[in-house]
């Protein structure tokens, strides 16, 4: 949302609070709300020097006031690729602060990860993306206990992408809490986080607040109180506005270069004003710096290189002279017009607890001003003694890399350890992208040659997650340089690995044949085969992500399951890729593979496995197999323990399968959403999904007409994607919107033919006949209606799962010439289905044998089955299906029950979550941290939950669950 100005108003008798009444009041507003429990965002934007930073100074000193507990960062240019480096500013002092009491305060629960990603060690484990995420906003959570929380984050435009991921998911659930973010930003500077940064900053729960240029007689008042002289003449003022355009910082900047010379304010004097033009910061810097003597020039550039904050000492050293001498050039300077001091950062406190000096600039343009004053091969010798003095005073890898990025390259080994160290360090913080900035430069230094193969892979390995592109390109350049078979069969193997995830070209399968083929004559011993097993699975996923190798796949198979009878991870990797393999064409022993698969504990859970792993439980859900779900609930719980997206996003999405398999209605689409919303991460940071994305939109669609939400189903199942994924839920959807039978007959029968061509010809897998049978039959092609399905159940009963061969017989039945025959085929469908756990196809048959049973005249026995349908379909969530039984029982001269609008039935998705955890015996606080949502949110979620279920108590929940 944005705000407009109001009238004119300045709050107090602050110069720099001019005309920003308006402002002032939004920001107090917003400190207030925070004050009741009610979180809000405040976006100041505007360009620099407009007084954005004024106005955060007022939120502070008013929070602070207020009894908030106020927590300030500030971004600056030369920490961009620090990750969490915003982050940090913003809790390291208050961790650092607090005493072991309250310290395991602020970290309990999912906080406790918060630790590592603000304090990480060199030997700590690496991180999951979501898991950063979720322990820095509990860290907030926890913070804000006790008082309100004002998080102040100056110059966003800057804001290093981790922590901008960071508030992205703060935003939407900040309502909920007792927070209020304050942030300011360059309208006119993106930095290098551009759609990340826009993203931010469009989030709907920001209020902004652009501030306009002070007016002429503002600008006369601003002159006026800054310079201490009455009233200033207007031509001079009128000068003054012209050449800033009412910025108050270059009128601030102007009125001191008047005082500095003792200039008087008369129209006489104007002139000197308008020769400063639009670059007054630039140029009245420059006039300052060429006044210095040479050892404050050098100590003004060391200043600039050094960046915000930076120990008065080092700026000294930096500049080749001593501390004394360092205090006298600051005076020189100006101080505190020009540089003031700094603030003092956690961790690096003294022994009186002030901790050394620290000094800055008093706004960014100043800086930027001196900085590019400085020629650009001198900015680079003293970004690389910068870098030397970090590491001598602390050690911090990634603010030793923040100089190196900006020193020129010298062929250092030493400069190549402290770049991978700091990227190590990214890593481990769940921030790959900006390890691969680090890594990026270690390659332009360059690295050793033994190196540089490895470095490749580590670039490689930290830019998939953001650039899979450029990771590929590294991939293939070390697949270049690589010197042995097995090393390259390694590489080949992360680029496959890469194409399961994106956009497959024919490429990745030739770089995994050669790499086969390599392997293949090398005797590598039993690591070498182990590896050729995973190169061999490698090679089946690239293919079931594109047509490419697809052809030849049968003629693979023979040679490949022979591979997989080895022992070890990689054959039993390539035992999930067979197994899915099989399931698509049908071959009932892939069940029995995918078992073989995922015993023996060897193919253990992490992010180059989840493929695997997600494809042989898939196949094992198609089977029916009892055993799937429990290993997808631990599968899900390991995912959101270690935060990994990739994991959260690739389980989700089957279990979201498995769970609409069975007729659970509301928690397949809670699944399919939270994988939907993944892809939907993979897809803003430019992964091309080619499986992931259509294969959940695929399940929520389907999940959504059988609730009977068509319109938002369609939305869901609109925009492209493979047919064989989502031409079949489309093609249902048709059905049941009544659209003319020629176009249902049309869309399931291209799903067929992309389908056979992929070689998917198990209809448990894909479904499509069906509706392909009932729409012919709708427009009188009855006997290729037949043929189809017939088709259907012979392939259906080749599978063995008993779901598709009741489906088959419910629509045999709908086209059977006569009655009995009819009646015959609706009794078999039943019985197949009583012994599958898919609850709602079995309904769904149930209902169509009641209503052949009424007709046929058998109106006790229609009225028994019709009931355990509408029992079944109701607790699906299924209600068109629900309402059909109902029309059935009335007309069978039976008084059916109205659907729930009460009891267990009538939960929501997110409501049965809160239900089940809370009736287990989790507090609304571990219900939080489980669900990712805020305990406000639980708590909302349980007064409607009581209500539904006309309870009063959270004993009684368990009882009431159970009906």
Not at 274 to 300: K, S, W
Not at 429 to 435: C, L, R, S, T
Not at 555 to 581: F, K, N, S, V, W
Request: glycine share 8%.
């Amino acid at each position: 949302m944005s705000v407009e100005p109001g009238p004119p108003a300045t709050p107090a008798d602050d110069p720099a609070l001019l005309e920003r009444g308006h402002e002032a009041a939004v920001l107090d507003g917003a400190l207030a709300a925070s004050a009741r429990g009610e979180g809000s965002a405040v976006l100041l934007e505007g360009v620099a020097g407009i007084g954005k930073s004024a106005l955060l100074a007022h939120a502070r000193e008013h929070g602070r006031a207020a009894g908030a507990r106020v927590l300030s960062a500030r971004a600056t240019e030369l920490e961009t690729a620090f990750a969490f480096g915003v982050v940090r500013q913003l809790f390291e002092p208050l961790l650092a602060g607090a005493s072991p009491e309250r310290r395991a305060a602020l970290l309990a629960g999912p906080a406790l990860t918060a630790a590592a990603v603000l304090e990480p060690g060199p030997d700590a484990a690496v991180i999951g993306d979501f898991a950063a995420l979720n322990s820095l906003l509990w860290l907030a959570v926890n913070a804000a206990e006790d008082a309100p929380l004002l998080l102040a984050v100056d110059d966003l435009h800057w804001c290093d992408p981790p922590s901008l991921r960071w508030l992205a998911f703060l935003l939407p659930r900040l309502a909920e809490l007792p927070v209020a973010l304050v942030a300011a930003a360059r309208s006119d500077e993106t930095g290098d986080s551009g759609p990340l940064l826009n993203q931010v900053a469009t989030d709907p729960a920001f209020t902004v607040l652009r501030p306009r240029p002070l007016g002429r007689v503002a600008a006369g008042r601003f002159l006026a109180r800054t310079l201490a002289r009455g009233e200033v003449d207007p031509s001079f003022v009128r000068a003054c506005h012209d050449a800033t355009a009412g910025n108050p910082l270059l009128l601030r900047e102007l009125a001191r270069a008047v005082r500095e010379q003792d200039l008087p304010t008369d129209a006489a004097h104007a002139d000197y004003v308008v020769d400063l033009g639009p670059h007054a910061v630039a140029r009245l810097v420059e006039r300052r710096r060429n006044r210095l003597g040479p050892r404050a020039q050098r100590f003004a550039a060391a200043l600039a290189v050094l960046g915000d904050d930076a120990p008065l000492a080092d700026v000294a050293a930096l500049a080749g002279i001593d501390p004394d001498t360092g205090l006298r050039c600051l005076e020189e300077i100006g101080y505190p017009g020009t540089v003031r001091d700094g603030e003092v950062r956690a961790g690096d406190a003294g022994g009186d607890g002030r901790g050394p000096r620290r000094v800055r600039y008093v706004h960014p343009l100043i800086r930027a001003a001196v900085y590019t004053a400085v020629p650009a091969a001198e900015r680079a010798r003293l970004h690389r003694r910068a870098a030397r003095l970090v590491e001598a005073r602390t050690g911090d890898p990634a603010r030793i890399a923040a100089h190196l990025l900006y020193a020129a390259p010298t062929g250092d080994p030493h400069t190549v350890e402290l770049l991978r160290r700091a990227a190590d360090r990214s890593t481990a913080v769940g921030a790959p992208a900006e390890a691969a900035v680090f890594l990026h430069r270690a390659l332009e230094e360059p690295p050793p040659a033994a190196e540089r193969v490895p470095l490749l892979l580590e670039l490689a390995e930290a830019a998939i997650t953001e650039d899979i592109a450029g990771a590929a390109g590294h991939l293939r350049t070390a697949l270049r340089t690589a010197s042995g078979p097995v090393e390259r069969a390694r590489i080949a193997a992360l680029l496959g690995e890469a194409a399961t995830y994106v956009q497959p070209t024919g490429q990745a399968m030739a770089d995994l044949e050669e790499a086969v083929a390599a392997l293949e004559r090398e005797d590598g011993g039993v690591p070498a085969q182990d590896l050729r097993c995973r190169l061999a699975a490698t090679m089946l996923f690239t293919a079931f992500a594109s047509r490419a190798g697809r052809g030849e796949l049968s003629e693979r198979m023979p040679a490949l399951r022979r591979l997989a009878e080895r022992e070890g991870p990689g054959a039993r990797m390539l035992d999930c890729a067979i197994a899915y393999q099989d399931a698509m064409t049908g071959r009932p022993d892939a069940a029995e593979r995918a078992r073989r698969a995922l015993s023996g504990g060897l193919l253990e859970t992490s992010e180059h496995t989840v493929t695997a792993l997600a494809l042989a439980l898939a196949v094992l859900l198609l089977a029916e197999d009892p055993g799937a779900m429990p290993r997808l609930d631990a599968l899900m719980a390991d995912a959101r323990r270690r935060g990994s997206l990739r994991i959260l996003a690739s389980v989700s999405t089957v279990r979201a399968r498995g769970r609409l398999q069975a007729g659970r209605l509301a928690e397949a689409e809670s699944d399919a959403r939270e994988g939907l919303d993944a892809a939907r991460i993979y897809e803003r940071a430019g992964l091309r999904t080619t499986v992931l994305g259509p294969v959940v939109r695929a399940a929520l669609g389907d999940t959504l007409l059988l609730r009977g939400e068509l319109d938002e189903a369609g939305r869901v199942l609109r925009g492209e994607g493979p047919a064989h994924l989502l031409g079949g839920p489309r093609a249902r959807l048709r059905l049941a919107r009544g659209d003319a039978p020629a176009l249902v007959a049309r869309d399931a029968l291209e799903v067929g033919r992309a389908a056979g061509e992929l070689g998917v010809l198990n209809p448990a897998v894909v479904q499509w006949r069906v509706p392909a049978a009932l729409a012919l039959h709708a427009e009188g092609r009855t006997e290729q209606a037949r043929e189809l399905v017939a088709e259907e159940l012979e392939l259906a009963r080749g599978w063995g799962a008993p779901a598709p061969v009741g489906r088959a017989l419910r629509a045999l039945a709908a086209l059977a010439p006569e009655r009995n025959g009819a009646l015959e085929l609706l009794r078999e469908s039943v019985a197949v289905l009583s012994g599958s756990a898919a609850l709602l196809d079995r309904a769904a048959a149930q209902a169509d044998l009641g209503t052949a049973l009424q007709a046929a005249g058998l109106g006790a026995e229609a009225r028994s089955v019709l009931r355990s349908a509408l029992d079944a379909a109701d607790r699906c969530g299924a209600r068109p299906l629900a309402e059909r039984v109902r029309a059935a029982l009335r007309a069978a001269g039976a008084r059916p029950r109205r659907s729930a609008l009460s009891g267990p039935g009538a939960l929501t998705p997110s409501e049965l979550r809160v239900a089940e955890l809370a009736a287990a015996g989790a507090t609304n606080r571990v219900v939080a941290q489980q669900l990712f949502i805020t305990p406000k949110t639980v708590e909302v979620h349980l007064s409607r939950i009581y209500r539904k279920l006309g309870i009063s108590a959270r004993a009684q929940l368990a009882d009431a669950l159970r009906g």
